[in-house]
């Protein structure tokens, strides 16, 4: 199955079936108290997190015309500079959240992350990575935003 392929949960799933086997990824099947943790510590309004309200915020725009491989170059070297921003390193346990197709919580390894991202950033969703402490948070739209930031203390 190529990264183009993985347009639901299932098809994710199965891509990222032996990491989830060898328990590098762990699977939360309900991710309300996930998306309850974000919101007592974000800013949010009905469109998800209020970026510009945060202490530390980093935007990022597509630019007109950008390719989707293009997006995904830009994704990855915004999630690298987040992983820097927020202290994260390659062992860091994260959560990885959907406000879409992803219904459950995928919690892994930055690392894990990194090597998965194509596939995971593609989803049509928003696509939101945090810390377990939640103090730091990162999304990628489908629409090509990426915004991430320092909760509010």
Known sequence: MSDWECASEEDLLQR?????RQSKIVIHPDDALFYDQ????????IFGIKW??????????????????E????????LKQFAEDANISDNEIIYVLGDGVLTVV???????????????????QHTY????????????????????????E
Request: net charge positive; aromatic share 14%.
């Open 16 to 20: 990222l079936s032996d990491e989830i």
């Open 106 to 124: 995928l919690e892994m390894p930055f690392s894990v992350l990194l090597t998965h991202y194509s596939s995971i950033f593609r989803l049509p």
């Open 129 to 152: 990575v945090t810390k377990r402490d939640y103090s730091w948070c990162f999304r990628c739209s489908f629409e090509g935003h990426v915004d991430y930031g320092k909760a509010v």
């Open 71 to 78: 997006h995904l170059v830009f994704a990855q070297i915004a």
């Open 38 to 45: 974000i919101k007592a510590k974000y800013p949010t309004h």
């Open 52 to 69: 510009n309200k945060l202490p530390i915020h980093r935007s990022f725009e597509v630019k007109p015309g950008m390719s989707e491989e």
